[in-house]
């Protein structure tokens, strides 16, 4: 069985939603995983170098934009929130295939 044939979407038990909303709590749930994930100004030396990290961060940051309640789950028109998302998972897919390295620390010259 390959990983992708064990990763299932969650079936959800909860009232019927409004398509045109996201769940509630949503962009709550998504900003506490983006802050847990985030990597911050003292673990940026330890972890800068870390590929699935720096995808992750990414990866979060996309979501957080996607559920933002400007952009709605129902609009057909591209978003800013769209467009920026599509930039940060493009971006984390570098850093997975290994196409984007970590470009050393600009405050030290590297």
Known sequence: MTR?????????HQAKQNPKEWPLESQQLAQALHQKLAIGNQDWHALKGQPQRR?????????????????????????????EATALVEHALGWLTGERKDPGCPSHGH
Do not use: M, W, Y
């Open 4 to 12: 992708s044939e064990r990763i299932r979407p969650v079936q959800a």
């Open 55 to 83: 995808a992750a961060e990414q990866l979060v940051a996309a979501l957080v934009l996607l559920l933002d309640a400007e952009n709605s789950p129902a609009a057909a028109t591209v978003s800013p929130q769209r467009l």
